[in-house]
């Protein structure tokens, strides 16, 4: 996939997974880091050293004021690939905050697991979303990814039961949907103010149940 040339104020679908389709996300600790990692290294200011280990204490320190190198709508975590919604803010914003975040999180995942080498399967994918129905419906693709983990069906729009596979949802923390729900889980790494929780969820709702998934086709991926 050829990735676009990245502008300023606009929106992308960013995703890649690991490399041989590996696990690049074995426990919490590992998501917990990743989404550190998303929060420290969407800084134009050098990235810290942040060594191995890493607590949970780190997330609420005090922080100095930051330059954003995008804004981050929405994202998920799987265990062995990671979608983002980005909007990039700087100059070369989404190819920075990519390249520290990568780096990063490798050099930690391979201390961790005495390995080496690539751990994402190339460079990192991207498709830029231009057509409003993308933009409506594309973090609603995101925040169902986790059905894959129980209800795979979704896919094919032959969930059985809807409102388990959103109850669902509510208990995969590594997403911003929480936070799309007015439920606090991440939101000092999101850009955009969360929707209610009547609408969102309404509208997930209303999506899953009837949605055209070829509409969306040529912004998504399955892994």
């Known amino acids: 996939m050829e990735r676009p040339q990245f502008e300023n104020d606009h929106i992308y679908h960013i995703f890649n997974r690991g490399v041989e389709k590996r696990d690049v996300f074995i426990n919490d600790k590992d998501r917990f880091r990743f989404i550190h990692d998303m929060f420290e290294f969407n800084d134009r200011s050098p990235a810290l050293n942040l060594g191995y280990n890493l607590l949970k204490s780190d997330f609420n320190r005090p922080q100095k004021p930051r330059k954003l190198l995008v804004e981050i709508i929405c994202f998920c975590l799987m265990p062995n690939h990671y979608h983002f919604m980005l909007r990039q803010i700087v100059d070369g914003g989404i190819t920075e905050f990519m390249r520290k975040i990568g780096t990063g999180y490798t050099n930690y995942f391979n201390l961790k697991n005495k390995r080496v080498g690539a751990l994402f399967q190339g460079k990192f994918k991207a498709v830029h979303i231009e057509k409003e129905a993308h933009l409506l419906y594309l ?9 894959d983990l129980g209800f795979p069906e979704w896919r094919e729009q032959k969930i059985k039961n809807v409102s388990k596979a959103l109850q669902f949802l509510k208990t995969y923390r590594w997403s911003s949907y929480l936070d799309y729900i007015n439920i606090k889980n991440f939101p000092s790494i999101l850009y ?4 209610s929780i009547m609408n969102y969820e309404k509208d997930i709702k209303e999506w899953l149940e009837d949605f055209d998934f070829e509409s969306i086709r040529d912004i998504s991926i399955d892994y």
Request: aromatic content about 8%.
């Open 192 to 195: 955009r103010s969360p929707t």
């Open 139 to 147: 973090p609603h693709y995101i925040h169902l990814n986790p059905l």
